[in-house]
């Protein structure tokens, strides 16, 4: 058995949830950097205690969790661990932008964590969508080809692809989104 912490990063300058979108005024950056360094701390302090791995996940304009870029954490966590294995588990890939530069970007983590890094991702929930004005109706199609990309680029040479969404072309001329 493996054991793993999971920690969503919620900012505990609150005495309630506030619920969706978290308002700006209620963040006060002295409290966020406190927080965002306990976090960080408690990550750490896993290694020390013996877990196995420490997992991450993605949420936007949330004080449910302070964690729009899982990959920076990783990141940071990489640099400061030596064993512990570094789990994104909620990086909303259809949310992401250009799926080869997330593809680009595991592969860096799971370098500078020399192989430590679990590359998860997920469609993402509906507040996700709304906080980037993408109609969650859309989020499977942008899930189902941001997936093949991702994959795709992690097991080929340079490629092709023609989604709906996302045009490669395989003579390295470059990436263009429709």
Same mark, same amino acid.
Request: charged share 20%; with cysteine; proline share 6%.
């Given at each position: 058995?493996?054991?793993?912490?999971?920690?969503?990063? +919620?900012? @505990?300058?609150?005495?309630?949830?506030?619920? /969706?979108?978290?308002?700006?005024?209620?963040?006060?950056?002295?409290?966020?950097?406190?927080?965002?360094?306990?976090?960080?701390? $408690?990550?750490?302090?896993?290694?020390?205690?013996?877990?196995?791995?420490?997992?991450?996940?993605?949420?936007?304009?949330?004080?449910?969790?302070?964690? +729009?870029?899982?990959?920076?954490?990783?990141?940071?966590?990489?640099?400061?661990?030596? @064993?512990?294995?570094?789990?994104?588990?909620?990086?909303?890939?259809?949310?992401?932008?250009?799926?080869?530069?997330?593809?680009? $970007?595991?592969?860096?983590?799971?370098?500078?964590? @020399?192989?430590?890094?679990?590359?998860?991702?997920?469609?993402?929930? +509906?507040?996700?969508?709304?906080?980037?004005?993408?109609?969650?109706?859309?989020?499977? $199609? @942008?899930?189902? $080809?941001?997936?093949?990309?991702?994959?795709?680029? /992690?097991?080929?040479? /340079?490629?092709?692809?023609?989604?709906?969404?996302?045009?490669?072309?395989?003579?390295?001329?470059?990436?263009?989104?429709?």
């Amino acid at each position: 058995m493996e054991i793993y912490s999971f920690d969503l990063f +919620p900012y @505990r300058g609150l005495s309630a949830f506030p619920g /969706w979108p978290f308002p700006n005024h209620l963040f006060d950056s002295a409290t966020g950097t406190q927080d965002y360094a306990e976090h960080i701390e $408690e990550a750490v302090l896993c290694e020390e205690l013996g877990f196995d791995g420490v997992t991450l996940n993605e949420h936007h304009c949330s004080a449910y969790g302070l964690m +729009p870029s899982p990959n920076i954490i990783a990141a940071m966590l990489a640099a400061r661990t030596q @064993r512990i294995k570094i789990g994104i588990l909620g990086a909303a890939l259809p949310l992401r932008g250009q799926p080869v530069r997330v593809a680009e $970007e595991y592969a860096m983590l799971d370098c500078v964590s @020399r192989g430590r890094l679990i590359a998860g991702i997920v469609r993402g929930i +509906p507040n996700e969508y709304f906080a980037y004005n993408v109609s969650p109706a859309e989020s499977r $199609e @942008r899930f189902e $080809e941001a997936h093949e990309i991702l994959v795709r680029a /992690w097991t080929e040479e /340079w490629m092709s692809f023609k989604g709906a969404l996302v045009r490669l072309q395989g003579d390295g001329a470059g990436v263009r989104l429709q």
